[in-house]
């Protein structure tokens, strides 16, 4: 290790705060494997390696740093988060919890009252493609690790630029035919503890910094094509068109209407695509997603098979057809009951439950697993105005320590 840094949070994400910034959009865009995520993991690479840390890029393309006395890297403690981005995301969203665990292991490298086990192995990972932006499944690099995903499906996948997930993986220097389940990689792990920016008004309503999470709300995500007919703005008669946008608008407000009748769901379109997409045009085709959530995952199968009906009751009413797939789910996840309370002890903090997807959750049904989270002002993420202010940040890292360190010792 080396001598006593002076990082803080705060000070290690100013270090990436002009990396992917979006002038369109406001905040960031940092798709897995982008010019902008890879300068991220090669910072990130860069700040684990001063630190005397071995460094690693899987199979899976999870980036692995670790502190491996006399070479053993089993029974590990293992923290991280992920630096890719939602389009226009926030600057917290990820990044958060890998510069707090640098931060963190500084202060397991350096302070005595923190020391416990110091010859236990301990890792931070970087989890590729969390949100599921440019391949539309979330948390891509966990599911492959813990064998959620076909891998054959995995790299078929393919951006909205066409190119699949094998040939950008094949670009990064991974073999794509690596792609996969990896227990001997799982099996390294004891716990896994992730930090995170909270996304919502729950810390700010109790006036408090950290939390520690209870659950993950079940979620998952489903792609709807409408077909019709493309044709010409001008010469098509109004009585004479099939408008898959027109069946597509109807079905974002039946989306809407459904969610709004089953209480804790959550129902979005946030994306929507017209082929081709001229305004003196009438599109053939409209792709858009859809992303639900709800507690109890059979509540969300129920929706999503009456927005299912929706679809093609819209489709239909407008000339056009419907076909629905889905692209991911995940249940809804609990985090071990023992380690949330010795942690929320441990860090006299409240227990939170949230709304948003993590890899932690994917890793839950394999390793116990813990989250932080971390007050943000604002309340709001996947935005621009996702904020953390510095004094949290660093208390943050500190319970990120402290969790660290009383696991360690375990
Ligand atoms: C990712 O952050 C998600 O919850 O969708
Ligand atoms: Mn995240
Ligand atoms: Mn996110
Ligand atoms: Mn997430």
């Known amino acids: 290790m080396t001598a006593a840094s002076p990082d803080t949070v705060s000070g ?10 979006d002038p369109v959009r406001g905040g960031y865009s940092r798709p897995v494997h982008s010019s902008a995520e890879t300068e991220l993991r090669e910072w990130f690479v860069a ?26 890297r089993d029974g590990a403690i293992v923290t991280g988060s992920h630096l890719d981005s939602v389009p226009g995301g ?19 490298a350096e302070r005595a009252d923190l020391h416990g086990a110091a ?16 391949f539309g499944v979330a948390c891509l690099g966990s599911r492959l690790l813990a064998g959620a995903i076909d891998p054959d499906r ?11 997930f094998a040939d950008v993986t094949a670009r990064a220097g991974l073999d794509p035919a690596g792609l996969g ?22 810390l700010v309503d109790l006036d408090r910094p950290i939390a520690v999470a209870s659950s993950i709300l079940g979620h998952g995500r489903w792609r709807v094509s409408v077909e019709g007919e493309g ?27 459904l969610a709004s009748r089953v209480p804790d769901a959550r129902a979005t379109v946030g994306r929507l695509l017209p082929t081709p997409g001229g305004t003196n045009v009438i599109a053939s085709r409209v792709d858009l997603w859809l992303d639900v959530r709800h507690p109890d995952d059979a509540t969300t199968n129920g929706l999503v098979e009456e927005i299912r009906q929706a679809a093609l009751l819209c489709a239909a009413e407008e000339g056009c057809t419907a076909r629905m797939t889905e692209e991911s789910l995940s249940p809804t996840v609990d985090f071990d009951a023992r380690l949330r309370d010795d942690l929320a002890a441990a860090l006299d903090a409240p227990v939170l439950s949230t709304g948003a997807g993590h890899d932690a959750g994917v890793l839950k ?30 208390a943050g890292a500190e319970a990120l320590a402290v969790a660290l360190a009383s696991l360690l010792v375990d």
């Open 154 to 164: 995995a790299r078929a996948l393919t951006d909205a630029d066409g190119e699949t």
């Open 231 to 257: 044709n010409h703005a001008g010469s098509t008669l109004m009585a004479d068109r099939r408008d898959p946008m027109v069946a597509a608008a109807r079905l974002v407000v039946r989306v809407r209407e």
């Open 47 to 72: 700040q684990a390696s001063r630190r005397g840390l071995d460094v690693e890029t899987d199979r899976n393309g999870i980036v692995w740093a670790w502190h491996a006395p006399g070479g053993r």
């Open 365 to 394: 049904d394999h390793v116990r697993t813990a989250m932080l989270f971390v007050r943000n002002p604002t309340g709001v993420s996947h935005s621009p105005a996702e904020d953390v202010e510095d004094a949290d940040a660093e």
């Open 181 to 202: 389940p990896d227990p001997d990689a799982l099996a390294r792990i004891d716990t896994f503890v992730e930090l995170h920016v909270e996304q919502g008004r729950g």
């Open 12 to 21: 290690l994400l100013r270090e990436i705060a002009d990396v992917g910034t």
């Open 90 to 108: 926030g600057a917290y969203d990820g990044p958060l919890g890998v510069a707090s665990a640098l931060v963190a292991f500084d202060r397991l």
């Open 119 to 134: 010859d236990r192995p301990r890792a931070i990972a970087v989890f590729p493609e969390e949100e599921g932006s440019r």
